[in-house]
């Protein structure tokens, strides 16, 4: 079978996961985009990664196209996205694993204050603030998908009261787990719904003194509302992963807010061994005719 | 019954104590020192926190001392501890699972290398980090009492492989231990063996790279050691909750080391509850003649 890799990849990159998925798929071969366009009826499959816009219109057998991230917004904001090709996304164990590790590591440091004693070292003060028990430290976990159960679960392991939202429920719901939460976790997928859904009135809602983390899309949040919130110090703190622009822009305020810890959209990379064992998986079942895995309901966005 | 309270507390402390004391046992007459002295003879237990030297003398009726800390070397300093009176550490659920949480906090920042975002945060530098799992961070824990052992579970029970090292192994077992070593978490109690472990042959045994979380006492670190292997690049981080000399000097290299994250002696305060509890069923113990809990043993030092 010849399958298509392409997308946001330096020629290193994708080399990589070439590899990676040549030991998952022995029998694959996999092409870069110049390769396949020499012969696109032969291309079967296209494994992607953030391609271009327009990078997936001519291929005339193509029976699926697989993302190796979890999140497809930006593959569904794509016009040219052949719409009777089914997409799947990248559901892998190690990345929700490494999403599980970024989400409990911010949940641990907002409870315990370790980034209020991180301002106080640098102000040289040796002060203890108080301790909390996990136990008074309500969680509001939105999304309760594959990355939203997996974080709701670890962190009620951990003895966090949690609550999950998901964004079919009515705003009601959401006001009233908003005033109970101590800390907010973010893991939506970026839907119309979803899009600006951390805003004024979203964080006024919130208990003064909460904590946000924000590790699905930069597009969920009003930056200026956020900014606005921590400044008037209703909010303690945010841990943010994901920007409206990426890289952040060198003058965004985010940078060197003390109250803001910037991530490189690191919470869960997509891991490249676990990744290609999913791939793998996907494209055996195209070719057996069997039910294809991680399929994304276009309407819906994810 | 009449029992002594008193310590390095303020008042406001010292009354916090009394107060959660009063409501775990409330027919008992908790006196401060100077009360107490009044009729020394009724005195039948003491609960300190860090009394001062020479405060548990002179005390004939005296039949527990019981600390409201884990850690006991302090005490254990003082010549003028009256040898016959049996000393009981503080072993409380509360405490443990809040070394757990920091434990825990330390570990998945030094394996996810969420201090080393926070410097590129510093420098406005957007760049992914390589993404270990789990499995492949192997961690040391030193010390295998109440607190070391929880540690080690919860760290097991999210997929980091576990060495627990106890201070009666022999040395070549340590070394060995540490070879392998990616991250080290300090947890031993202090005694002659253990003071000055963590020395310059200590970190050189460790794998480059490594990072070291001391969560015990700062006398287990000769800290010019540990500041030479950091500025070696040697030792890539040091989480430090316990120092040589308690409040950390301003002056001290390791507030402004940006490879040493200091704690103000927080990772396990004695919750005042849970200890209340711990106190109120050892006193209950002492009265009915039963066999009383977590006593130290002087010669062992813990």
């Given at each position: 079978m010849d399958v298509l890799l392409c997308g946001d990849l330096s020629e290193a990159e994708w080399c990589m996961w070439r590899d990676a998925l040549c030991e998952a798929m022995p029998d694959t071969r996999w092409l870069g985009l110049q390769e396949a366009r020499l012969r696109?009826?032969?291309?079967?499959a296209a494994v992607v990664d953030?391609?271009?816009?327009?990078?997936?219109?001519?291929?005339?057998?193509?029976r699926l196209i697989q993302s190796l991230w979890a999140g497809v917004d930006r593959l569904l904001a794509?016009?040219?996205?052949?719409?009777?090709v089914p997409l799947a996304r990248m559901v892998d164990p190690s990345m929700t694993r490494a999403m599980q590790q970024t989400a409990l590591w911010a949940v641990l440091a907002l409870h315990r204050d370790f980034f209020g004693y991180a301002r106080q070292q640098a102000a040289r003060q040796w002060l203890a603030r108080p301790q909390l028990r996990a136990e008074e430290v309500p969680v509001l976990v939105l999304g309760a998908g594959v990355m939203g159960s997996a974080v709701a679960e670890v962190l009620r392991g951990h003895a966090y009261p949690v609550v999950s939202w998901r964004s079919a429920e009515d705003p009601a719901a959401l006001e009233r787990a908003l005033a109970r939460a101590r800390i907010v976790v973010n893991l939506l997928a970026l839907t119309p719904r979803t899009r600006g859904l951390i805003d004024a009135r979203f964080l006024a809602a919130?208990?003064?003194?909460a904590g946000v983390v924000n590790l699905a899309r930069g597009a969920h949040v009003v930056e200026a509302d956020l900014l606005a919130a921590l400044d008037s110090g209703r909010l303690a703190h945010a841990v943010l992963d994901?920007?409206?622009?990426?890289?952040?822009?060198?003058?965004?305020?985010?940078?060197?807010?003390?109250r803001v810890t910037v991530l490189p959209?690191?919470?869960?990379?997509?891991?490249v061994r676990g990744a290609a064992t999913v791939v793998a998986e996907n494209l055996r079942r195209l070719q057996a005719g069997e039910a294809l895995l991680h399929l994304v309901d276009r309407a819906r966005g994810y």
């Open positions: 696109p009826q032969a291309v079967l953030n391609p271009d816009p327009g990078c997936l219109q001519g291929w005339p057998s193509l794509d016009a040219s996205l052949p719409a009777d919130l208990p003064a003194g994901v920007f409206g622009t990426e890289p952040l822009p060198t003058g965004h305020a985010f940078w060197h807010h003390p959209h690191v919470a869960a990379r997509t891991d």
